[in-house]
């Protein structure tokens, strides 16, 4: 059993940054496949950004790329979402997910198998 708890969202203006933690328990070792998602109001759930079980080996979205990092301390058990330049379409609910099975990168929702409860990223015009 893995929970995942994220934090960090909240109201910025175009162009601003955030960074949004994602941190795990429930296991000794957090070297597992993880990923960020978000979901808009009316729209279907994208991925955003995933990694391998150590964070060498990392995907972005095209929509993301060369804005937003991801990176993981897992000595902390934690995952970061660093959100630069932001534009008002990336406002959304952004879900971490994990596979504690799975090492690799994943990029289909349906690969995860534990998610956070989401939180909130607004992007004001």
């Known amino acids: 059993q893995v929970q995942l708890v994220e934090s960090g969202g909240g109201l910025v203006q175009a162009g601003g940054s955030l960074r949004l933690s994602c941190a795990a328990s429930?296991?000794?070792?957090?070297?597992?496949?993880i990923g960020w998602f978000r979901q808009a109001p009316g729209k279907e759930r994208e991925i955003v950004a995933a990694a391998n079980w150590s964070g060498a080996l990392t995907y972005y979205a095209d929509s993301v790329k060369g804005r937003f990092t991801l990176s993981r301390d897992n000595a902390k058990n934690t995952v970061y979402l660093q959100m630069a330049s932001l534009r008002p379409e990336d406002t959304a609910v952004y879900y971490c997910?994990?596979?504690?099975?799975?090492?690799?990168?994943?990029?289909?929702?349906?690969?995860?198998?534990?998610w956070g409860q989401g939180t909130q990223v607004t992007v004001s015009s």
């Open positions: 429930g296991r000794t070792s957090s070297r597992f496949s």
């Open positions: 997910a994990a596979n504690p099975l799975r090492t690799g990168i994943l990029t289909q929702g349906g690969e995860y198998t534990y």
